[in-house]
Every structure is written in C-alpha cells, then in structure tokens.
C-alpha cells in the first residue's frame, strides 16, 4: 500500500486549499482512507475518514463546516478540500488508513508517508 501526500502550501488565513491522497497498491475501494496532521510541538490528529465504498465519513469537531472530504475512484484519490482556514490549521497534513466511529478516528497501521506542508499566514 502506498499512499502520497499534495496540495499543501502557504495561504492566507480566510484562503482555500484542496490537498490530494494518491492510493496504489490495493484495492482502492475496500478501504477508508483519511487525514491526519501534526502541527509543530503537538500529537498528530485525526481530521476527517472516508469509507471509499459507502461514502461515509467523519471530521474533527475542530474542522466540521470548513473541511470536506472526497475521492475519485478513477484515479484512486482521496480529496481533502480546506476552505476558510485559520492559522491553527497550520500542520503537516498525512493520509492513512483509517477507522472511525462516533468517538473519533484513528489510523490503522501506524505507517506514514512524508506528508504535506499546509501553512496558514496572517
């Protein structure tokens, strides 16, 4: 399984970014694919859960409203598109594999790519 991280960059505060997850190396729509990100000097989070094959999700109660998660089959890529973004939302942002509940998400292999740099300015 391999998944690779884009999209990030530096935007204003109140700006939009849509990151990309490329999946290979599996079947695309058997999994739940999601995002996570570590700012400087935190714990890396959990930020939104997409089941490929039903379409279910789950975001952060930090990010509901600004964050929506999707993917594209035919390309074997999971979306994360970012609007109104403050300068907390400034990380670097993974995807994984996810599984989610009502509780909150959690990665599954603990196995992570290099990420991508999101960094919100003033």
């Known amino acids: 399984v391999q998944l690779v991280e884009s999209g990030g960059g530096l935007e204003q505060a109140g700006g939009s970014l849509r990151l990309s997850c490329a999946a290979s190396g599996f079947t695309f729509e058997d999994l739940a694919i999601g995002w996570f990100r570590q700012a400087p000097g935190k714990r890396r989070e959990g930020v939104s859960c997409l089941g490929i094959s039903d379409g279910s999700t789950y975001y952060a109660n930090s990010v509901k409203g600004r964050f929506t998660i999707a993917s594209d089959s035919a390309k074997n890529t999971v979306y994360l598109q970012m609007k109104n973004l403050t300068l907390e939302y400034t990380a670097v942002y993974y995807c994984?594999?996810?599984?989610?509940?009502?509780?909150?998400?959690?990665?599954?292999?603990?196995?992570w790519g290099q990420g991508t740099q999101v960094t919100v300015s003033s």
């Open positions: 994984a594999e996810c599984h989610f509940s009502e509780y909150g998400m959690a990665d599954v292999f603990d196995t």
